[in-house]
């Protein structure tokens, strides 16, 4: 494309924008408002894995041994293993105590002391992924000296589940959203494309290209969902740090640490602005692909 063409282009842009500012301006903020759902889901989804990721690494596989169990092999074994993130081992006496504890009062296991103590020595097993779970638990049922070891088999499979359609949920939300966006302003260019009418058939009767007609509308609408983009960057930018801030000052904030880093949060507004910027586009390419029939 030559200067002229760039510089025609960028005129019967900005005359395109002035002409229609109120409908501009509605675009842009119906962009707005998609990304900022777009956005908000995605942030939420990005918390989502968090609180998924802490609940994972707070899981454990209660190995329970029997009396005649080589503790310190175990031990070794389980330092040996790579899918081990860590563990704590708990003797019969010191489970019987933290039982008390729970219960409220020590006293009443008195009598069970001793050689009385019910309980087997236990180790405290976290594994390094959920998905190791499983196998891992498997594995250090075979240990010698192991009696049983147990994680939870069902709850870790709800959570696992949870995670996928949480995931499935957020990527289906974004893409009808954004498919949403598309069309609003294919309806909104045509109608920018319809009050030019005559001026496009004047050009194509003088043999304009059909991308010289179309590039500022292409342009122009890149404009537009920049403009949107910026718009809604901002607020849920705002809106997010402000909410993250009031969570680690309430006790809610034990349960719930929102995403603050700016690796993980970055992409996701770059990704809004360029989404924002190719709907756009994308929406002007189609309403005057469709209007000049090629």
Not at 162 to 171: G, H, K, N, Q, S
Request: hydrophobic share 50%; proline share 2%; net charge negative.
């Amino acid at each position: 494309m030559s200067i002229y063409s760039l510089g025609y282009s960028m005129r019967q842009v900005f005359v395109s924008l002035r002409r229609n500012l109120g409908l501009a301006l509605i675009t842009s903020g119906m962009i707005a408002i998609s990304l900022i759902a777009v956005g908000g889901f995605l942030l939420v989804a990005l918390n989502l894995e968090q609180v998924f990721r802490n609940i994972e690494t707070t899981m454990e596989i209660s190995v329970f041994l029997s009396d005649d169990a080589d503790v310190e092999k175990i031990r070794q074994n389980l330092n040996d293993h790579a899918d081990v993130l860590s563990y704590v081992y708990v003797s019969r006496d010191q489970g019987l105590q933290e039982f008390g504890e729970a219960m409220g009062n020590i006293q009443i296991l008195a009598d069970l002391t001793g050689e009385n103590n019910p309980l087997p020595d236990v180790f405290r097993v976290r594994a390094r992924r959920a998905e190791a779970v499983s196998a891992l638990a498997s594995e250090i049922q075979t240990y010698p000296g192991v009696e049983m070891a147990d994680y939870g088999r069902e709850t870790l499979n709800r959570l696992i589940r949870a995670t996928e359609w949480v995931r499935m949920f957020i990527l289906g939300t974004s893409v009808i959203l954004a498919i949403g966006a598309i069309f609003l302003i294919v309806t909104i260019i045509r109608m920018s494309v319809m009050a030019r009418h005559e001026e496009i058939s004047i050009m194509k009767y003088l043999g304009a290209s059909n991308w010289f007609v179309r590039f500022p509308f292409v342009l122009g609408g890149m404009i537009i969902g920049w403009l949107g983009t910026i718009v809604a960057v901002s607020l849920i930018g705002v809106g997010y740090f402000r909410i993250a801030e009031s969570l680690q000052t309430e006790a809610l904030a034990f349960f719930l640490q929102p995403v603050l880093d700016p690796s993980s949060i970055i992409p996701i507004f770059v990704n809004m602005m360029l989404l924002g910027t190719l709907v756009g586009g994308l929406g002007s390419f189609i309403s005057v692909r469709k209007f000049l029939k090629v």
